[in-house]
């Protein structure tokens, strides 16, 4: 779950529908898109799914060292500098009161929920105190650094044309090292798509034709975040350049583009490249993404009709382990329905995922302590925080948003506890590493390129501002980060569609245990066949890169020295799994003979 560790501690403007303060009634409120709402109905959030893990105990009660958040996370005098606590409080609020309300925010280390021991009491004021004093409060406490999104003032390439949702343009990078190569020869296009439902949506995709055949398969991939752009796999991972420290593009031997057509999309809305003149079009729901996913894809084969006929494969990372089963069973469902152009849907791949929740989460603390990273005693004392994780994940599925919402910050608060004792310097992308920056890699050099205006121009994104991660998502898509998106898969593997999850095995965030659980747990009429199947070496050029294991359409692979980013770390392993999983020959034992030296 790839996050910008710099700005997603941004609680942007999330909209939430809030209570009035009585547990029987529950009668809505206005909708309020304040800083001051948002941390108040968290805190209520948080403070109901406790009660419910806890029974009818009394609030005394659960304030004691007994309570499980506070056992696992230790006594005040116990916390690093970045495991605390913050409550905010109105004086006179009677049913969340001073002595139990409780915020978490996000940590800007990691993306993730940090526990906050700061006690903020505001004098003379309910819970829904002014809005102007709660945001200065909350300004004032350093939560909200500078807000990047890409929620325009006014649509850039707004037009009355109504007829054509799609523009595309060949074009070639101005820094491209071998600069003699003809935009024609090259084959890659860039383009904007007029989301069809949406109120003024663009997404920002780039294509690049198979540096093989044209017959190859037709391949998306989604960056996860949620709200990373794509642009970081294609530069660092899998596209058909690597940039070099002078800005330069120099080719990338391993790409993915020399054995499919290959489609980078900068989505959700607001992504990236992506952006709208209206706030309404940002996505809360994987129904909302999949819906505009699947409207770009009807709308890119109509632009290319050649390429119909090809087989179509899905596939990303991380949050994207929401994204791809969602997109496909969307997918699917057009297919049958007989919506628009059919779709030759084959396959779909998560790598390093985030896709049951409720089974990935309690792996944090088994996976820290088989790597070393942390006690036996550390071990136990966290886990006594799974049992609330549960009850809060199987409310999200069931109470909406606020329930989903308080899942996020309890059970987010095992992974902080985790990172906080194996120390706050790890890179939890890849346990070898030391995290630096604020991805805990350095790509600055991305966006430096991208925001370069012969570049831009290029693209034909011209006054758009390139940022790898957009806060403003991340934040509109937090009611979603709970929920189960496993749930679609069985009928796309009972009705032939293949799966891949793969997963490097120096990962920590969506580390390969918690994958390789939740696709064991999966019931589908292959399960029980999948579980019994043996392990296979995966083996490219003789060398053992993983261990596989498949049964009918479901293949799970481990990956060796590899972390969240298997194409980044392991590249001709990973082109080497794509073209083998696209062409039913996964579990192949040597790799075959070809000139793998790309050239542009």
Same mark, same amino acid.
């Given at each position: 779950m790839e996050v910008d560790t710099g700005n997603s501690c941004f609680i942007e403007k999330l909209p939430v529908e809030r209570y009035a303060s009585t547990r029987e009634t529950k009668k809505p409120l206005e909708t309020n898109k304040s800083p001051a709402a948002f941390v108040n109905h968290a805190a209520i959030a948080w403070h109901e799914s406790r009660r419910k893990w806890v029974g009818e105990a009394s609030r005394k009660s659960e304030r004691t060292p007994k309570d499980p958040i506070i056992s696992a996370l230790g006594s005040p005098s116990e916390k690093s500098s970045i495991v605390r606590d913050?409550?905010?409080?109105?004086?006179?609020?009677?049913?969340?009161?001073?002595? *139990?309300?409780?915020?978490?925010?996000?940590?800007?280390?990691?993306?993730?929920?940090?526990?906050?021991?700061?006690?903020?009491?505001?004098?003379?004021?309910?819970?829904?105190?002014?809005?102007?004093?709660?945001?200065?409060?909350?300004?004032?406490?350093?939560?909200?650094?500078?807000?990047? *999104?890409?929620?325009?003032?006014?649509?850039?390439?707004?037009?009355?044309?109504?007829?054509?949702?799609?523009?595309?343009?060949?074009?070639?990078?101005?820094?491209?090292?071998?600069?003699?190569?003809?935009?024609?020869?090259?084959?890659?296009?860039?383009?904007?798509?007029?989301?069809?439902?949406?109120?003024?949506?663009?997404?920002?995709?780039?294509?690049?034709?198979?540096?093989?055949?044209? *017959? *190859?398969?037709?391949?998306?991939?989604?960056?996860?975040?949620?709200?990373?752009?794509?642009?970081?796999?294609?530069f660092y991972e899998n596209g058909p350049f690597s940039i070099s420290k002078n800005l330069s593009l120099v080719p990338n031997e391993y790409g993915w583009d020399k054995v499919s057509n290959l489609i980078y999309v900068d989505q959700p809305t607001g992504t990236g490249f992506s952006y709208s003149s209206d706030r309404r079009d940002l996505c809360h729901t994987e129904a909302c993404v999949s819906d505009d996913l699947y409207d770009f894809i009807q709308a890119f084969f109509e632009e290319h009709p050649e390429l119909v006929k090809n087989d179509f494969y899905i596939t990303g990372e991380s949050y994207a382990g929401h994204y791809i089963p969602a997109f496909a069973a969307r997918v699917h469902k057009g297919n049958k329905g007989k919506e628009g152009t059919h779709i030759n849907l084959k396959g779909f791949a998560i790598g390093n995922g985030l896709t049951d929740p409720k089974i990935q989460y309690p792996a944090y603390t088994d996976y820290a302590l088989d790597m070393g990273l942390i006690s036996n005693s550390t071990h136990d004392r966290i886990n006594k925080l799974i049992p609330v994780c549960e009850v809060a994940v199987n409310l999200c599925g069931t109470d909406g948003k606020v329930s989903c919402l308080a899942a996020y910050f309890v059970c987010n608060s095992i992974f902080t506890a985790v990172r906080a004792s194996a120390g706050v310097d790890i890179n939890h992308y890849d346990i070898r590493k030391k995290c630096e920056g604020r991805l805990c890699y350095d790509f600055s050099d991305m966006e430096k390129m991208l925001n370069l205006r012969s570049v831009k121009k290029a693209l034909g994104v011209e006054d758009i501002e390139f940022v790898s991660c957009s806060t403003t998502v991340y934040q509109a898509m937090l009611v979603d980060w709970m929920r189960n998106s496993e749930v679609g898969i069985p009928t796309l593997l009972e009705d032939g569609i293949k799966l891949l999850v793969y997963a490097g095995e120096y990962d920590l965030i969506c580390n390969w245990l918690g994958n390789s659980r939740w696709v064991q747990a999966m019931e589908w009429k292959g399960q029980k066949e999948f579980v019994a199947s043996i392990e296979v070496p995966f083996e490219v050029n003789g060398t053992e890169a993983g261990l596989l294991r498949s049964h009918g359409p479901l293949s799970f692979l481990k990956v060796h020295d590899a972390g969240h980013m298997v194409p980044m770390d392991q590249p001709k392993a990973a082109l080497e799994m794509l073209k083998r999983w696209t062409r039913g020959t996964l579990s192949q034992q040597t790799t075959e003979p070809e000139n793998l030296v790309a050239s542009i």
């Open positions: 913050m409550v905010v409080s109105g004086s006179l609020d009677l049913y969340c009161t001073v002595e *139990d309300n409780l915020t978490v925010r996000n940590s800007c280390r990691g993306g993730l929920v940090a526990m906050h021991l700061e006690n903020t009491k505001i004098s003379v004021l309910p819970s829904r105190f002014a809005t102007k004093q709660a945001e200065k409060l909350i300004q004032e406490l350093n939560l909200f650094p500078k807000e990047s *999104d890409n929620i325009v003032d006014r649509d850039p390439f707004q037009t009355d044309d109504e007829g054509s949702r799609i523009v595309e343009k060949r074009f070639s990078f101005p820094n491209l090292a071998n600069s003699s190569v003809t935009i024609e020869d090259l084959g890659h296009h860039a383009g904007y798509y007029k989301i069809k439902h949406s109120h003024a949506a663009r997404l920002f995709y780039f294509f690049f034709e198979s540096r093989g055949s044209k *017959d *190859d398969p037709v391949v998306i991939w989604l960056s996860g975040g949620p709200g990373c752009s794509s642009e970081l796999a294609l």
